[in-house]
């Protein structure tokens, strides 16, 4: 299965829904001590059921997972190991918060009382926020030891969510729809970011499938390197692909945005059917780790036009389909794909000059 193929297959599974996923993986995980040469605290995250994390026997031994950005953390899981020794869980702590320094001053989630051997238990958080998640055990002379940890992050109604999604040119494997895949790649950009090459006004573009009103959007930075390169970046929202949808107006103007940060641009309520981004100059490049776009819709749209058609036939019902086709035709040129048509008020015929006198249409789009 392709790139693209995957994450058309996940789109379709997540549809419009609330997401909650998995973001443990994202992380990078550090733990107080090592028991061995092999039982590092990476080995909480790799999802195989025979490698854990060992600290050695110490006071309050800890285990913590940096997930490089503040969420609002639903729920942890905790794998036991399956060998021996399922007690060392015991008592176990599971803290969440933005400390870093002092594991033991952010709040707890939960305290672990038992897990059985191989067995993994969930301990609701109920939406607490923090960029860490710490695992300890309070204590003298206590080991900690982990098979598995499951981080589970709530991702409210983002629209951008399995839609269409183009950019002015692909360098490498930044393909675009890594810009709306929840990840926001602080570990592997090259696989979870979408970046143009170098080009003159690179462009992103989200095509929203129906028309809202956009509340707010959010562009989440690359942290590895060059966070300038989103220095200038445009967001336009409209209905136009005129220029690729680059001439829609412009609900803000990004002038920087730190490396590995979430920056959000109030839109007041735009409407508009495509999001896009742009970044105008010459030699620039566009990269995007996460676009999120929010709002409210679709809207539903009467629109009224007058056609004039020239026919020598009844303009009952061909003159319906008459209508129908070459008016569906311009607007699926246009990419509304969603039309229903009907009159407004009955067409009159001219019959001595045999041509149809400008008569309404309806067109409401949903």
Same mark, same amino acid.
């Given at each position: 299965?392709s790139?693209?193929d995957?994450?058309?297959s996940?789109?379709f599974?997540l549809?419009?829904?609330?997401?909650?996923?998995?973001v443990a993986?994202?992380?990078t995980?550090v733990?107080?001590?090592?028991?061995?040469a092999s039982?590092?605290a990476q080995?909480?995250l790799?999802g195989?059921s025979?490698?854990?994390?060992?600290?050695t026997w110490?006071?309050?031994?800890w285990?913590?997972l940096?997930?490089?950005k503040?969420?609002?953390?639903?729920?942890?899981t905790?794998?036991?190991?399956y060998?021996?020794c399922?007690?060392?869980?015991n008592?176990a702590?599971i +803290?969440?918060?933005?400390?870093s320094?002092?594991v033991?001053?952010?709040?707890?989630?939960a305290v672990?009382?038992?897990?059985p051997a191989g067995?993994?238990y969930?301990?609701?958080c109920?939406?607490?926020?923090?960029?860490?998640?710490t695992v300890?055990?309070p204590?003298?002379s206590?080991?900690?030891?982990?098979?598995?940890v499951?981080?589970y992050?709530?991702?409210?109604?983002?629209l951008?969510?399995g839609?269409?999604?183009?950019q002015s040119?692909?360098i490498?494997s930044?393909?675009t729809?890594?810009?709306i895949?929840?990840n926001?790649?602080f570990?592997?950009?090259s696989?979870?970011?979408?970046s143009?090459?170098v080009?003159?006004n690179?462009?992103?573009s989200?095509?929203?499938?129906?028309i809202? +009103?956009?509340?707010?959007?959010?562009?989440?930075?690359?942290?590895?390197?060059?966070?300038?390169?989103i220095n200038?970046?445009?967001? +336009?929202?409209?209905?136009?692909?005129e220029n690729?949808?680059?001439n829609?107006?412009?609900?803000?103007?990004?002038?920087?945005?730190p490396a590995?940060?979430?920056?959000?641009?109030t839109?007041?309520?735009?409407?508009?059917r495509?999001?896009?981004?742009?970044i105008p100059?010459d030699?620039?490049?566009?990269t995007l780790c996460?676009?999120?776009?929010?709002g409210?819709?679709?809207l539903l749209?009467?629109?009224?036009?007058k056609m004039?058609l020239?026919?020598s036939?009844s303009?009952s019902?061909p003159a319906v +389909?008459i209508?129908s086709?070459?008016l569906?035709?311009?607007l699926v040129?246009r990419g509304?794909?969603?039309?229903?048509?009907?009159w407004?008020q009955?067409p009159?015929q001219?019959?001595?000059r045999?041509e149809?006198?400008?008569?309404?249409c309806a067109?409401?789009k949903?």
């Amino acid at each position: 299965m392709s790139k693209r193929d995957f994450y058309k297959s996940l789109w379709f599974l997540l549809g419009k829904l609330n997401t909650i996923l998995n973001v443990a993986t994202w992380g990078t995980a550090v733990q107080s001590t090592t028991y061995g040469a092999s039982w590092y605290a990476q080995n909480a995250l790799d999802g195989l059921s025979y490698t854990f994390t060992h600290t050695t026997w110490q006071t309050d031994p800890w285990w913590k997972l940096d997930l490089m950005k503040m969420y609002s953390v639903n729920r942890v899981t905790i794998t036991n190991r399956y060998d021996c020794c399922e007690t060392r869980i015991n008592g176990a702590e599971i +803290r969440i918060g933005n400390v870093s320094s002092d594991v033991f001053s952010n709040p707890v989630c939960a305290v672990v009382s038992t897990i059985p051997a191989g067995a993994t238990y969930s301990y609701s958080c109920h939406g607490m926020e923090g960029r860490y998640v710490t695992v300890n055990i309070p204590g003298t002379s206590m080991v900690l030891t982990l098979c598995e940890v499951g981080v589970y992050v709530i991702f409210p109604g983002n629209l951008a969510t399995g839609r269409n999604v183009t950019q002015s040119s692909t360098i490498g494997s930044w393909i675009t729809e890594q810009a709306i895949d929840f990840n926001p790649g602080f570990k592997q950009p090259s696989s979870t970011c979408s970046s143009t090459n170098v080009q003159t006004n690179p462009w992103w573009s989200v095509d929203l499938s129906y028309i809202y +009103r956009v509340s707010r959007v959010v562009i989440t930075n690359r942290l590895d390197c060059c966070p300038e390169r989103i220095n200038g970046a445009e967001i +336009r929202i409209g209905n136009s692909l005129e220029n690729n949808g680059n001439n829609n107006p412009i609900c803000a103007v990004i002038s920087s945005i730190p490396a590995g940060v979430s920056s959000t641009y109030t839109c007041n309520d735009m409407e508009g059917r495509y999001v896009n981004l742009i970044i105008p100059g010459d030699s620039k490049y566009l990269t995007l780790c996460e676009v999120e776009v929010y709002g409210e819709g679709p809207l539903l749209k009467k629109t009224f036009l007058k056609m004039k058609l020239k026919s020598s036939s009844s303009l009952s019902e061909p003159a319906v +389909r008459i209508c129908s086709f070459q008016l569906q035709s311009a607007l699926v040129e246009r990419g509304f794909f969603d039309v229903t048509l009907q009159w407004s008020q009955p067409p009159e015929q001219e019959v001595l000059r045999k041509e149809v006198a400008p008569a309404q249409c309806a067109v409401r789009k949903r």
